[in-house]
């Protein structure tokens, strides 16, 4: 497949809330270090209490969901350790992101910034910048500042340029474009801060520029283990043919002996970069590796830098095998870059698997899309924009991101994008082990889950500590098992301790955007971000750049480049999302980026995973879709990408949905919570029993917003009427399903809602008195215009009005002190709803008496009951008669029909001393049915029925019924006693209905 991308570059930001120093040479402030010279530590809390470092003396300057960040001395970092912390290491760079991931409405926030990736010495750019502010109207200009970090090994910067922005208005939304020169002098990379404020509010985001070396001839030495290399000598031949057809490269092969050790590779290394001008190396199989002692109190861990640093000095000072200083020679840079094709150690023949699949990318067949994907987890979230608009220089608007803001990512996110689309490039922020990836949200990501995930990506960039650590798992490493697998990965670049030394990764991708392969872009990042004055920028004031190592591993493949030049199907479409309608569901998508898309399949199925039916019978042009002939049954949908060679994706995720129908009957939601059952707290039971009681010769379904949570318009749209109640004043959870309930009744739904403070309840926050307006839902479904509730124990009881029973209290159901009287009722003022009950005040308050606390709006597209008060406290039969008229209100026939489902409801009264209630329903259809020899629903028909009563241990005490019935409704009556005649003791039973392959059972309370 042929894809043509535009040139789009987005804002590189690192948001947040940074304040600056005022120079006397700009006016302006400048970004600085205000946290002193401790080390930056992410401290993990696992199951600890967050004051625990307080206690210990370690202040922290934020806190997070599992995690704080402090800036501590060596000996505090030894004192977390010995309290059992977890801990990380990070660098300023990453403290700072942290710290500014927050974002305020004072501060101005970028929406767009533009800047060249890489340039040359002394050459003139240009950087557009496109921000919105709230301005306060005191200020008169916004400024713009650029400053360039001045050396290595400080946190000093030097002014580049600067603009005013007059404010023309409180609320900017304004474009601006600045413009200056590269420094003359050629260096790797230019680190630049751009700040957008006022006064004080002045947000930082920084960003980088390459100046790239130009491209030079490759002499790679390929160091094979000479345990495998008779297995895989045919593979490295076509590999070494591959790289040289396609790369100036030359590749030399080594077969390096068993019980070699790392200095004595080290010095094969040094001869022939010395001798014959190696540029690079890859060390092929399980060849050995120093290791390096570090100055936390971490595990000793792998240095690949040993074969990259080839003139400089490593020294184990005290002979133990660990080596602990590093002495620069020389040069200040690497020699040469490094790569690894290690293979897991339970398994080193898997290199010849990858080395083929190396082949088949240079053949242009190992197929991923061409597109990126960032995957940034919560504590990292400061680094989404930033490596967006990094990645869109590659690839423009094809870059995906899971993350960022307030996203707390989840590891089944992550290996649905890889499974389901792939990229070539894949960019991972998470905190990590060396064999696991652990995410914000379970599941986390062990090794075996990525290791044969399919497509995946051809290159991983592990922000993930120990990600590359082979030694601590030799055969289970993240970075070894991206690479070694049956997925398309190529080469994944991480960490091998718990620390990322790496800033500025940034730089790399941009090496990328220039053409460079992995190899030249490595080394290219290293001779910028290995320099030993770093350390002074990245560390506490007690490192010394003796003291340190580098820790970046590359796994994999040098010779691979970006974006790649593959022809094959498009990428499944993203974001598929379904909406339903009444006897409709309306699907939506991404559009794909690829720019040769002919158009899309939507596919249906009666059963998750397939089969599926292709719906349309042309091509789909647009990204949306209605299906306007489902059934009132659940359907899973697909939908593919097709281009204009005809080549057809992979199906896309799948979403189920069900349509709006409004015809399974009445569906009634008890969001109140359990209680315990004394008066003014009902129990569920109690709830379910008067409910059970006023709806009695009613077909109802019941849903338990308790246990079940939220419903949602899936599980609202099958039912009219709703009956939705909560009877209880301090748990109010409507609100939240509100935008559900708004969809639900434009499309011709019908509800009845009542409860304990019902306004605050579909509100969800604010004060009495309310006034409502446009865009509340009671005053656009409702129809109110205010309302307000009555805080004393003074509502007795309600008047009707248009046919509808008064009612009162039932004073068996409150609390003594509250007189037979309750409080917390509201009142309201109509627009075009109808009053239906008003406010009885014990004390005859004028500010409530006669006052609307009940309403009917009939005449819209919906229907709706509304009451100020909750039903449950009421008394049954007033109650009973008053939802009688309420149905009847919504278009409930007040003849009974024949269910079309089976039911047990909950006996009512329960718990009970003498005699109990039980209703339910035979259906007509659904869980079973009855066909005669012409294929046709037989009718007068009658079904097996048993109805049993079984004590807590399983035993059979009594059968109600054993016997045939036609369908319809029931109710039967339960004395408490056995078969033989005997009263049961207190206690609890089991009420079992069966018939055909319908069974359900009830729980029974006795009280004697």
């Given at each position: 497949m042929l894809r043509r991308f535009v040139s789009i570059v987005s804002v590189l930001l690192i948001s947040g809330t940074g304040f600056g120093e005022y120079t006397e040479k700009s006016g302006y402030p400048s970004p600085r270090w205000e946290w002193g010279g401790g080390q930056p530590v992410m401290v993990f809390f696992g199951e600890k209490d967050v004051s625990l470092p307080g206690k210990l003396g370690i202040r922290l300057e934020w806190v997070g969901e599992r995690s704080g960040l402090a800036f501590l001395e060596r000996d505090e970092i030894s004192l977390l350790a010995e309290s059992g912390f977890s801990y990380q290491i990070i660098t300023r760079n990453d403290a700072w992101r942290i710290l500014h991931a927050g974002r305020r409405d004072e501060y101005p926030n970028i929406v767009w910034f533009d800047y060249p990736s890489c340039s040359f010495p002394g050459q003139g750019i240009t950087v557009s910048l496109h921000f919105t502010a709230q301005v306060p109207l005191d200020v008169e200009n916004v400024g713009i500042i650029i400053w360039r970090r001045t050396t290595e090994g400080n946190w000093n910067f030097e002014f580049v340029t600067s603009k005013d922005v007059e404010v023309s208005c409180p609320n900017m939304d304004t474009t601006v474009e600045l413009s200056y020169s590269l420094p003359d002098s050629f260096f790797y990379v230019y680190e630049y801060w751009i700040g957008v404020g006022y006064g004080d509010y002045y947000r930082w985001f920084s960003y980088y520029i390459n100046m790239p070396p130009e491209p030079i001839h490759q002499k790679v030495a390929m160091m094979v283990d000479e345990d495998v290399y008779d297995d895989i000598e045919s593979a490295i031949l076509q590999y070494k043919t591959d790289v040289?057809?396609?790369?100036?490269?030359?590749?030399?092969?080594?077969?390096?002996?068993?019980?070699?050790?790392?200095?004595?590779?080290?010095?094969?290394?040094?001869?022939?970069?010395?001798?014959?001008?190696?540029?690079?190396?890859?060390?092929?199989?399980?060849?050995?590796?120093?290791?390096?002692?570090?100055?936390?109190?971490?595990?000793?861990?792998?240095?690949?830098?040993?074969?990259?640093?080839?003139?400089?000095?490593?020294?184990?000072?005290?002979?133990?095998?660990?080596?602990?200083?590093?002495?620069?020679?020389?040069?200040?840079?690497?020699?040469?870059?490094?790569?690894?094709?290690?293979?897991?150690?339970?398994?080193?023949?898997?290199?010849?698997?990858?080395?083929?699949?190396?082949?088949?990318?240079?053949?242009?067949?190992?197929?991923?899309?061409?597109?990126?994907?960032?995957?940034?987890?919560?504590?990292?979230?400061?680094?989404?924009?930033?490596?967006?608009?990094?990645?869109?220089?590659?690839?423009?608007?094809?870059?995906?991101?899971?993350?960022?803001?307030?996203?707390?990512?989840?590891g089944s996110e992550y290996l649905d994008y890889l499974s389901t689309y792939g990229s070539e490039i894949t960019h991972i922020w998470c905190h990590s082990g060396s064999d696991v990836h652990c995410f914000d949200l379970s599941p986390w990501v062990y090794w075996y889950d990525i290791r044969d995930i399919q497509p995946g990506s051809w290159f991983y960039l592990l922000w993930a500590c120990h990600g590359a650590n082979f030694e601590d798992r030799p055969s289970h490493n993240l970075a070894v098992n991206y690479c070694m697998g049956e997925s398309s990965g190529l080469a994944s670049l991480g960490v091998v301790r718990s620390i990322g030394t790496g800033s500025a990764q940034e730089s790399f991708f941009n090496s990328l955007s220039y053409g460079k392969s992995l190899g030249e872009a490595y080394f290219d990042y290293m001779c910028y971000d290995y320099d030993s004055t770093w350390v002074r920028v990245w560390f506490g004031n007690d490192v010394a750049p003796d003291s340190f190592?580098?820790?970046?591993?590359?796994?994999?493949?040098?010779?691979?480049?970006?974006?790649?030049?593959?022809?094959?199907?498009?990428?499944?479409?993203?974001?598929?999302?379904?909406?339903?309608?009444?006897?409709?569901?309306?699907?939506?998508?991404?559009?794909?980026?690829?720019?040769?898309?002919?158009?899309?399949?939507?596919?249906?199925?009666?059963?998750?995973?397939g089969p599926y039916e292709r719906l349309n019978t042309s091509l789909v042009s647009?990204?949306?879709?209605?299906?306007?002939?489902?059934?009132?049954?659940?359907?899973?949908?697909?939908?593919?990408?097709?281009?204009?060679?005809?080549?057809?994706?992979?199906?896309?995720?799948?979403?189920?949905?069900?349509?709006?129908?409004?015809?399974?009957?009445?569906?009634?939601?008890?969001?109140?919570?359990?209680?315990?059952?004394?008066?003014?707290?009902?129990?569920?039971?109690?709830?379910?029993?008067?409910?059970?009681?006023?709806?009695?010769?009613?077909?109802?379904?019941?849903?338990?917003?308790?246990?079940?949570?939220?419903?949602?318009?899936?599980?609202?749209?099958?039912?009219?009427?709703?009956?939705?109640?909560?009877?209880?004043?301090?748990?109010?959870?409507?609100?939240?399903?509100?935008?559900?309930?708004?969809?639900?009744?434009?499309?011709?739904?019908?509800?009845?809602?009542?409860?304990?403070?019902?306004?605050?309840?579909?509100?969800?926050?604010?004060?009495?008195?309310?006034?409502?307006?446009?865009?509340?839902?009671?005053?656009?479904?409702?129809?109110?215009?205010?309302?307000?509730?009555?805080?004393?124990?003074?509502?007795?009881?309600?008047?009707?009005?248009?046919?509808?029973?008064?009612?009162?209290?039932?004073?068996?159901?409150?609390?003594?002190?509250?007189?037979?009287?309750?409080?917390?009722?509201?009142?309201?003022?109509?627009?075009?709803?109808?009053?239906?009950?008003?406010?009885?005040?014990?004390?005859?308050?004028?500010?409530?008496?006669?006052?609307?606390?009940?309403?009917?709006?009939?005449?819209?597209?919906?229907?709706?009951?509304?009451?100020?008060?909750?039903?449950?406290?009421?008394?049954?039969?007033?109650?009973?008669?008053?939802?009688?008229?309420?149905?009847?209100d919504l278009g409930v026939d007040e003849t009974t029909p024949i269910p079309k489902v089976f039911a047990l409801r909950q006996n009512y009264p329960n718990p009970f001393r003498e005699e109990t209630v039980i209703s339910y329903s035979i259906g007509s259809c659904g869980q079973l049915s009855v066909i005669g020899k012409n294929h046709k629903p037989i009718t007068g028909y009658r079904l097996p029925i048993t109805l049993s009563i079984y004590d807590i241990t399983g035993r059979l005490v009594r059968t109600l019924i054993d016997g045939y019935q036609p369908p319809g409704r029931y109710r039967v009556r339960w004395d408490g006693r056995d078969d033989i005649g005997n009263k049961l003791g207190s206690g609890v039973y089991f009420v079992r209905f069966k018939s055909g392959r319908f069974t359900n059972t009830r729980k029974v309370v006795i009280l004697r």
């Open positions: 040289e057809s396609n790369f100036d490269a030359e590749i030399y092969t080594y077969s390096i002996s068993p019980g070699v050790t790392p200095e004595s590779l080290r010095t094969y290394l040094q001869n022939l970069y010395y001798n014959d001008g190696i540029t690079g190396a890859i060390l092929v199989g399980l060849l050995p590796y120093a290791m390096w002692d570090p100055i936390w109190g971490e595990p000793p861990f792998p240095i690949p830098y040993f074969y990259e640093d080839l003139d400089g000095d490593f020294i184990d000072g005290d002979g133990d095998g660990y080596y602990e200083c590093h002495q620069w020679g020389e040069n200040l840079e690497p020699e040469i870059w490094v790569f690894w094709m290690r293979p897991p150690q339970d398994n080193p023949l898997a290199l010849s698997d990858f080395l083929q699949k190396c082949h088949t990318y240079y053949e242009l067949d190992l197929h991923v899309p061409m597109q990126a994907l960032e995957c940034i987890n919560y504590d990292w979230r400061g680094a989404a924009k930033p490596f967006y608009i990094n990645l869109s220089h590659i690839y423009g608007e094809a870059v995906d991101t899971i993350g960022g803001n307030e996203w707390r990512v989840s190592v580098w820790d970046f591993c590359f796994v994999g493949n040098p010779f691979v480049t970006f974006p790649g030049s593959l022809e094959g199907p498009p990428s499944p479409p993203k974001n598929l999302t379904a909406s339903p309608g009444y006897l409709e569901i309306d699907l939506s998508w991404k559009a794909n980026y690829e720019a040769d898309i002919a158009g899309y399949n939507v596919y249906r199925g009666e059963t998750s995973g647009d990204t949306i879709y209605l299906d306007t002939d489902p059934e009132c049954i659940w359907y899973y949908y697909v939908v593919t990408a097709v281009d204009t060679q005809d080549l057809e994706s992979d199906y896309s995720l799948e979403i189920s949905a069900r349509p709006i129908s409004l015809n399974q009957g009445i569906l009634v939601v008890d969001e109140t919570r359990n209680g315990t059952g004394a008066p003014g707290s009902p129990s569920d039971a109690q709830v379910d029993s008067f409910y059970g009681a006023i709806l009695s010769g009613y077909d109802f379904t019941e849903w338990d917003v308790d246990s079940l949570g939220k419903p949602s318009i899936y599980d609202l749209g099958p039912y009219s009427p709703i009956i939705w109640h909560g009877d209880d004043y301090a748990y109010l959870q409507i609100s939240q399903a509100v935008p559900d309930i708004e969809r639900y009744l434009d499309e011709g739904g019908k509800l009845w809602l009542c409860g304990w403070r019902p306004v605050m309840a579909v509100m969800g926050s604010g004060t009495y008195p309310f006034t409502f307006e446009e865009g509340d839902f009671p005053y656009d479904y409702l129809e109110l215009q205010d309302a307000d509730e009555s805080t004393s124990n003074d509502f007795s009881s309600a008047g009707g009005l248009l046919g509808y029973p008064d009612i009162s209290v039932d004073s068996t159901k409150v609390p003594l002190s509250w007189g037979g009287r309750m409080k917390y009722i509201d009142v309201f003022t109509p627009l075009d709803a109808e009053p239906i009950y008003f406010f009885n005040s014990a004390s005859g308050d004028t500010s409530f008496q006669d006052k609307p606390c009940g309403v009917r709006y009939l005449d819209g597209p919906y229907k709706i009951v509304f009451l100020g008060f909750p039903l449950y406290f009421m008394r049954e039969d007033e109650a009973t008669l008053l939802a009688q008229r309420v149905l009847g």
